[in-house]
């Protein structure tokens, strides 16, 4: 047990010490040494094919140095959810996740709160026997939206209201915004929009201010303001101003002016009045006020062949897609491989004709029916194995002979090619290592047939000096294969 003991300790130990001391070698790192002499004692040396094993080492060295390192980095996959087949049996069909499970989208049968209306009326589609396509007709498409669901992006708060103007329907999107307890002083100006209130003077004894209202137009106008009074200032669709005042909050006449696509509105009322820190006069306000964003109309184009049909009486908006021969508004064919997109890019949605063919996928004869398709972008972390180059930009200073080896240099390893007799680096390592060492090591060679020594470098602990050499060019040859397996 003891032996065991002992054996594994050396063993560890060596293993520690191998790990410890292992060197990279590239053509970077490295100098590999050639020998020169030719001919000694009328005998000549085999250095040309001592060359070539030391170029094919050269080589070697240099792909040592092509590393692969992973790299990780984040893209976008695109993943496809679809429908159950729908026939077409020319009826109305609602989309719903009963049939697309992995919808992802508020769809539903009613346009009630925040879910959306998709309808395909198939009575509108059919079967093209002359192009061999699906064919899309005015209306055979619609999606329908409520005041709660619009597609246009305002953002923030919005009012959307709906009119009839001259036999054509309209929608109106106001941004909206309102504040109560605000507080301002003489001297102090409030803009909302185009229209902005300076306060001049303030009574505290008759709960009223002096204001100098700034009109759009860039008129200045003086004009009294009393606690609880109300007064609205506004910039009409025809480019009118007015500045009108109640008793009472003018809710019908605001109303009013929305349907009839007021620009900017501002109800402006004062609630109190008061002396502040520093004997400073000020007032307590609330206000309203609406600045019309959008407008759409009944025919208006929202993308493409995509136009809207507003319904005032119900408080709702439809895009459908409309053809009409003619005009821009192409018929609208989708073929193998096509799809029809529905216009709302978030969604990601679109309708693909499933086709009837012959045998064995041959001509399209028919529609067999329709799928849904939503495609969603995931995000996904991905390795992606990068190369790195470690190489020698000096192929002079790579491989030398041993005439250019003058000391040993403490920033690379040392490969010598071949031995003493013909490459006199030998020489530079009697005096490095001393001579019983290199004796050692001639006397190896010559036992052996050839080494493969690894000698430390003493001008830096990091890098190794090597000796491959032979009795013969075959032996060193030998000897260069072997420590090429081993690194």
Request: hydrophobic share 40%.
């Amino acid at each position: 047990m003891k032996k065991f003991a002992g054996a594994l300790a050396v063993l560890l130990s060596f293993l520690m010490l191998s790990t410890a001391g292992a060197v990279t070698f590239n053509s970077a790192n490295t100098v590999i040494v050639l020998p020169t002499t030719k001919v000694v004692s009328n005998v000549p040396l085999h250095i040309n094919e001592d060359a070539i094993a030391g170029s094919r080492l050269g080589a070697f060295l240099v792909l040592k140095g092509i590393v692969t390192n992973p790299h990780y980095q984040t893209v976008e996959v695109p993943v496809e959810y679809h429908s159950i087949l729908i026939k077409d049996e020319n009826q109305s069909y609602v989309l719903t996740s009963r049939d697309m499970p992995d919808l992802g989208l508020p769809l539903g049968s009613r346009p009630i709160g925040k879910t959306i209306v998709l309808r395909v009326n198939f009575d509108r589609v059919r079967y093209n026997s002359t192009k061999h396509m699906a064919e899309f007709m005015d209306r055979s498409v619609e999606i329908v939206f409520n005041e709660n669901t619009t597609p246009l992006n305002i953002g923030g708060n919005y009012r959307v209201v709906y009119n009839t103007v001259n036999g054509t329907d309209y929608m109106y999107f106001y941004s909206y915004q309102s504040g109560d307890g605000n507080m301002s002083s003489i001297g102090d100006t409030i803009t909302f929009g185009s229209w902005s209130i300076h306060f001049i003077d303030i009574n505290i004894n008759q709960s009223s201010a002096l204001v100098e209202v700034s009109y759009p137009s860039g008129v200045l106008k003086l004009k009294p303001m009393l606690k609880g009074k109300y007064y609205l200032m506004y910039l009409d669709a025809k480019g009118n101003e007015d500045y009108e005042e109640y008793d009472t909050y003018p809710s019908v006449r605001i109303n009013e002016l929305l349907k009839n696509g007021v620009v900017q509105m501002v109800v402006f009322t004062p609630t109190s009045f008061f002396i502040g820190v520093n004997e400073i006069k000020s007032v307590i306000y609330s206000y309203w006020f609406y600045e019309k964003e959008r407008e759409y109309h009944d025919g208006e184009v929202y993308s493409g062949q995509w136009v809207w049909d507003i319904d005032p009486q119900d408080n709702l908006y439809v895009l459908y897609l409309h053809v009409k021969a003619n005009t821009t508004f192409e018929p609208v064919f989708i073929g193998s491989g096509a799809r029809l997109e529905i216009p709302i890019q978030s969604w990601g949605l679109s309708i693909v004709p499933v086709f009837n063919r012959t045998k064995n996928g041959g001509v399209i004869v028919g529609v067999l029916g329709y799928r849904f398709v939503r495609t969603v972008m995931l995000k996904k972390r991905v390795k992606v194995d990068v190369p790195t180059v470690v190489a020698t930009n000096d192929v002079n200073s790579f491989i030398i002979n041993d005439t250019a080896l003058q000391k040993l240099p403490s920033d690379k390893n040392v490969i010598i090619i071949g031995g003493w007799v013909s490459n006199k680096a030998w020489k530079l390592l009697e005096g490095v290592y001393g001579s019983a060492k290199i004796n050692e090591l001639k006397n190896e060679l010559e036992s052996k047939g050839y080494i493969v020594a690894e000698l430390p470098n003493p001008y830096n602990a990091s890098y190794k000096v090597v000796i491959l050499a032979g009795k013969t060019y075959r032996e060193t040859a030998k000897a260069v294969e072997e420590f090429m397996e081993g690194i």
